[in-house]
Structures are given as C-alpha cells and as structure tokens.
C-alpha cells in the first residue's frame, strides 16, 4: 500500500491530562501503533500543553521507529523546540487556546513572508516541512511559494458534509487541490476528522500518500484495542486502493 497513517495519539495524552495520571501513556500507544502496520506517529504539541507534553515528545524522539511528525504553531518558541528534537516532519498548523481542536487551514496566502521565514528555519535545521491547508488552490500556490515540502489538506468540512451533494464538492475541492500540489512536487497529506465510515474517498485519491487520523482510532481503540483500531483502519485504506 503506498499511501502511510500516520496516527495521531493526542487525545490518548487527552485521556491521561482529564486525571493528571501517567496513563494511559501515547508513547505506548505509539508504540502498539507502529506494531500494527503505522508508518508515523504524530502529535500535535500545543502552546498551552493541553494534552501531549514536551516529556511525550522528547520519549518519542526516543522510541518512534517511523516517522515522527510534529504538529506545531508557527512560533519562535516552537520552532526552538523543533530545532532541540528534530521531528522527521514539522506540520504548521494554525492555534487558537479556546478552540476545541484546529478548526480550518494554516493561512499562508495572507502571510507568506512570516511563513517562509519559519520554513526555511526549519530546513536549516534538515526539518523537512508540510503546511496544514485548507484544500484551496490560492492556499496550494502559497504553500509552493514559500517553499513548503509538504502540504496536509484540511478534511473537516468533508466530514462535516451534511448531505451527499455537500460531501460531493467538498470531495471535488480536496481532489483539485491535492492534484495541483503534487503537480507543483510538493508531497501531499489529508487529514480532521476522518474516521471509518469516510476515510476511502480519501484513500482513493491517488496523489494523496499520507493520512493522518488519531480521534477516531483511539476513539475505537477504547472499544477494541489500539492494535485492532489501527490494523480496521489500514484495511480499509488498503481496500479503497
């Protein structure tokens, strides 16, 4: 199967933070991950640590034997922090502390010269880097511009779809962009909200080489296991294909 999950083990950290235990631990997780078939292990590391924390990301620097991406904000603090560990992948995502979780697309077109500044901190550092977008063909040609090496392509409004003709052009708008970026050479992701019953639309994309999906796995992983939630989720990727 060329197309990689990566999973997301966030809300496994959200479920320790809720008691502030030592459990359950996203590195085990990563790590029962990776025995299931995962090819990276992703984590956003946020300003205000609500769930994963910098002792997560210094044991996965570690332990992850994949890929380790590293969702982050374009901040000096942050970038700081990617330079001590050296993800293999740093995500740009854009933050904001009252959101529940990253509600739209990074805006590079509005901000390019900030953006770049960071990216090319990044590669001096041999980070590669992808920009979390939304699947907009102005956003793909920014991303370009300020020499992005990949881009995720911002599922949400997709799931969200309320009706099959809804479902149907916020498909097409995923489809666009993810054939436009790949014909600039960036690598492209897709990822939010995904989950068992709209993953192979996606999956069938065949410019698109990485998902990235944590709520829904460890969701299931609850019900099921971590093991089993990852291998159902790669099946069907697999039969998408």
Do not use: W
Not at 139 to 159: I, W
Not at 163 to 174: H, M, P, Q, S, T
């Amino acid at each position: 199967m060329g197309q990689r999950l990566g999973v997301n083990v966030d809300h496994v950290a959200t479920l320790r933070q809720a008691r502030r235990t030592v459990y359950p631990d996203p590195v085990t997780a990563a790590a029962l991950a990776e025995l299931a078939g995962a090819r990276q292990i992703t984590i956003h590391l946020r300003e205000d640590r609500r769930h994963i924390q910098d002792r997560d990301l210094r044991i996965l620097r570690d332990t992850v034997q994949t890929l380790l991406n590293l969702e982050m904000a374009a901040t000096a603090e942050m970038v700081k922090i990617a330079y001590e560990y050296k993800p293999d992948v740093v995500t740009l995502v854009p933050e904001r502390r009252e959101e529940l979780t990253t509600e739209g697309g990074l805006e590079v077109a509005g901000q390019r010269e900030s953006i770049a500044k960071i990216i090319k901190n990044l590669k001096d550092g041999e980070i590669a880097v992808s920009l979390f977008i939304d699947p907009d063909l102005d956003q793909v040609r920014a991303s370009h511009k300020v020499n992005a090496d990949r881009v995720e392509l911002h599922t949400g409004r997709y799931c969200e779809a309320r009706n099959d003709k809804e479902r149907a052009r916020e498909l097409a708008r995923i489809v666009d962009a993810a054939k436009a970026s790949a014909k600039l050479g960036m690598g492209v992701a897709a990822g939010h909200g995904l989950n068992y019953d709209n993953v192979q639309a996606i999956a069938r994309i065949q410019e698109i080489d990485e998902l990235n999906i944590g709520h829904a796995i460890v969701g299931r992983a609850v019900l099921v296991g971590f093991e089993r939630a990852v291998r159902e989720m790669l099946d069907l990727m697999r039969d998408a294909g």
